[in-house]
């Protein structure tokens, strides 16, 4: 039987109307962020939490300034359901999720503890730029790192950039911030248990099956500079957890690293002098992943795309975290 001489125009026209009017893509099929005004901001991924930035500052009683003198990163399972990383109290309650700080900072010829966060705080004041779309979400937000009288001899401005996670991997998280000397010279200085760029995984975790991986055939975590990048794999709650955290080549020199408690909290150390009116960046990136510590090129691979190299595989060395007591099995290349 012969169509009608206008079917296919009047098909054509239908598709484009269906096209027209069909709705957009939900939220759930690529990346959103939710803000809890005062609270906390969350960034979503197929409609999964990834990660919570925990920026409330409320000073009104002692117990809840101590909850909110600074703002960090939770970081949460592959189902979205809950934080991995830990909150205030507990073991260290200045461990926090992915944090930053000093414990010696020296400004105006005193010294300052942004790592304990003794006799000032470190306070978001507002989110300069958000976005969130199909293939990644970012936000920055101003804080002020305030001296005892509560006025900021710091400016950050720091920025979460979430990217889809090689397999095996769930989440991609890049860290970059911006730290300005608004009122003269600002050193920054401690040591590799008391400052830097660090990851604490909750405070439940199994200490007897915490390990680490270096990119290193003989590493002493304790002496050697500059890593690209370190591994800890955690027990929590029955599960394994893999972590990563990567250096930027552009990053300062002479950067040491704290890879080896039990308990989990890792990361680097970097020193810097930042000059009255200017500013030093750092960069860094986390992979998170459940489960056993992604393969060392999968590693690698992601390091390279991230600082523009072309660095081969290295060998690398699994260790039990220190006091852990038990030996723990290289990741395998592919």
């Keep these: 039987m012969n169509s009608h001489p206008l079917a296919p125009r009047l098909l054509a026209a239908a598709l484009l109307f269906a096209a027209a009017t069909a709705p957009s893509l939900p939220a759930a099929e690529g990346f959103a962020i939710k803000d809890e005004t005062g609270k906390h901001l969350d960034v979503l991924s197929g409609g999964k939490v990834v990660a919570r930035y925990m920026y409330a500052y409320d000073k009104s009683t002692p117990a809840k300034l101590l909850e909110t003198y600074k703002p960090y990163l939770h970081v949460f399972d592959a189902e979205g359901n809950a934080p991995i990383t830990k909150g205030p109290g507990g073991a260290f309650t200045h461990h926090r999720g992915i944090y930053i700080g000093w414990s010696k900072i020296t400004f105006n010829g005193k010294s300052y503890d942004r790592w304990h966060m003794k006799g000032g705080e470190q306070v978001h004041q507002s989110f300069t730029a958000q976005k969130a779309d199909a293939t990644q979400a970012a936000f920055t937000s101003l804080v002020h790192w305030n001296d005892e009288a509560g006025k900021e001899f710091i400016v950050e401005e720091r920025t979460f950039t979430f990217l889809p996670a090689p397999a095996p991997g769930h989440a991609l998280i890049d860290f970059k911030f911006k730290l300005t000397a608004p009122r003269g010279d600002v050193k920054l ?5 008391h400052a830097g760029i660090h990851f604490r995984p909750a405070d439940e975790v199994d ?16 002496k050697d500079l500059d890593y690209p990048w370190v591994g800890e794999t955690f027990s929590l709650r ?86 852990a007591g038990k030996k723990a099995a290289p990741p395998k290349n592919k």
Excluded: C
């Excluded at 200085?189 to 248990?193: A, L, S």
């Design 189 to 193: 200085d401690g040591d590799p248990e």
């Design 207 to 222: 200490k007897s099956k915490t390990s680490y991986v270096f990119p290193a055939e003989n590493p002493n975590a304790h």
């Design 238 to 323: 029955g599960k394994l957890h893999s972590v990563v955290e990567m250096s930027h080549p552009g990053n300062p020199k002479g950067t040491r690293w704290s890879a080896y408690r039990d308990y989990g909290r890792f990361g680097a150390f970097p020193t810097a002098t930042i000059k009255s009116g200017e500013a030093v960046t750092f960069n860094y990136r986390f992979l998170i992943a459940a489960g056993e510590m992604p393969a060392a090129d999968v590693i690698q691979q992601s390091h390279n795309a991230y600082a523009g190299t072309s660095a081969a595989t290295p060998k690398v060395t699994a260790q039990p975290a220190e006091g």
